[in-house]
């Protein structure tokens, strides 16, 4: 009996996948070459001096700029100031007066910072006005001697006159005329300043008030109302330190034989 013979069999499966691996070892790995890199341009430098140079340039030219817009601010102050200085002169031209008011007080030492109309403040338009000690003088009344002190101020200012005048103290503490503040008993100025201290500090609608319960008419003009609501609280006042002084006195007469004052008191 034949002997058959046994090849050996490979399988192809097998053999192919092993024989794939072996020629893929076999062939030489590719080069790899990398993306040339594009060679850069290099700058010129420039020279430190030509730097320096435009940096100076640069320097000068804001500074002459910044100069420039300070000069252009300096001359629009300048141009307002002056503006401003022409006004002021101008208003002290219109309010100059070219014939001085002198206006007297009824006191040795006088000065005006302000007034008080219908409970408000005012104050004189260019501050104090102070009056200057003028004369000091003696004056007989009866057996009784007062000593009268004037004092005054000159005015040049038309708003200041305006103001003066128009003072609630105008006519009681201070006149225009130096007869007028020699003239009045010191007595009832003082009572009169004393008046207009206590009514000027009530609005119109108070004052008109007062006016009533005092019994003075009403009218039309504040201002006369008020002045005599002033008059009649200052007699009142005299009256009744007169009282005070002289209640109990009755008359008085002189005796011919003896040349002496006899005063009669009243009873009780």
């Known amino acids: 009996m034949p002997i058959k013979k046994i090849e050996d069999v490979t399988p192809k499966a097998e053999e192919t996948v092993f024989d794939g691996v072996d020629a893929q070892n076999d062939v030489a790995p590719e080069e790899v070459v990398e993306p040339k890199k594009e060679e850069v341009e290099k700058e010129p430098s420039l020279p430190l001096s030509l730097v320096q140079k435009m940096m100076t340039e640069l320097e000068d030219k804001l500074l002459n700029t910044f100069n420039s817009k300070i000069s252009k601010i300096k001359t629009q102050e300048a141009k307002e100031e002056m503006s401003r200085d022409l006004e002021y002169v101008q208003d002290l031209e219109e309010d100059w007066l070219d014939t001085p008011v002198v206006f007297f007080a009824y006191s040795f030492n006088f000065s005006i910072h302000g007034d008080k109309r219908r409970g408000e403040e005012t104050e004189p338009p260019h501050g104090a006005i102070k009056f200057k000690p003028l004369i000091r003088t003696k004056r007989k009344t009866g057996k009784q001697t007062q000593v009268v002190s004037v004092s005054s101020v000159k005015i040049q200012s038309r708003s200041e006159v305006d103001y003066l005048r128009s003072h609630s103290q105008y006519g009681i503490a201070f006149y225009e005329n130096m007869e007028s503040a020699l003239n009045i008993d010191s007595t009832w100025a003082q009572k009169m300043v004393e008046a207009q201290q206590s009514i000027s500090r ?67």
């Open 202 to 268: 009530l609005s119109d609608m108070q004052m008109i008030q007062r006016a009533k319960q005092e019994g003075v008419a009403i009218t039309q003009s504040p201002e006369s109302m008020r002045r005599q609501l002033i008059e009649l609280i200052a007699k009142r006042s005299i009256n009744q330190q007169d009282r005070l002084l002289y209640g109990n006195l009755k008359a008085a007469r002189v005796d011919a034989s003896t040349s002496r004052t006899i005063i009669e008191k009243t009873i009780g």
